[in-house]
């Protein structure tokens, strides 16, 4: 090993999975915005370059085209007995604000029905380089189905719900996240 890993290493230490914040903003007609500390596991969205194989000289190359982003975050929520509303029927909620129940109208305006959803990844002491995630135009697209069982005693009931959104900003304390820009989600 050389010594400049071990130095790296030892310096701030790594960033634990389990360091992060998050934040989802409701539209204007839900209910506000919460921090939600119950929320056990967050998937984020990688990205990537659609790419084509090209001859130009020699042997083929890939020549990249597009920009990718799955248009997906999953959020798992812990349920408590105080918190089912808060983390289901809310939920619910906000996607019969997309499609009517009564009669199965979509709402035409987006801003009326889309959200907000912040991530912050921290250092365990909240010093240092943090990691802000930005998604916007955020609605709810799915509500997994709860899963209850006499043989998961010693477990808590989890739902998870997935997300799309339209586009989202990195941004870190010093400003060097290399995605700081606005990105489109392929939806």
Do not use: C
Request: charged content about 20%; overall charge negative; proline content about 6%.
């Amino acid at each position: 090993m050389s010594m400049d890993f071990i130095k790296e290493l030892t310096s701030g230490g790594l960033v634990r999975p389990t360091n992060y914040e998050a934040y989802i903003t409701f539209p204007r007609a839900g209910n506000g915005t919460g921090y939600y500390p119950l929320a056990e596991s967050i998937t984020l969205p990688g990205r990537g370059l659609a790419t084509v194989q090209r001859k130009i000289w020699g042997p083929q190359i890939d020549m990249p085209y597009e920009r990718i982003f799955p248009g997906e975050i999953e959020l798992t929520f812990m349920l408590t007995a105080d918190s089912i509303h808060e983390h289901r029927t809310a939920f619910s909620q906000w996607m019969d604000l997309i499609i009517s129940p009564e009669d199965g109208s979509i709402e035409p305006n987006r801003d009326s029905y889309t959200g907000r959803i912040d991530i912050y990844l921290v250092k365990e002491d909240n010093t240092g380089d943090n990691l802000a995630l930005s998604f916007f135009e955020v609605f709810p697209k799915g509500i997994n189905p709860l899963s209850l069982s006499y043989a998961a005693n010693n477990e808590y009931v989890r739902q998870t719900i997935s997300f799309s959104f339209r586009h989202f900003t990195e941004k870190s304390d010093k400003g060097n996240s290399g995605t700081q820009g606005f990105y489109q989600s392929n939806l």
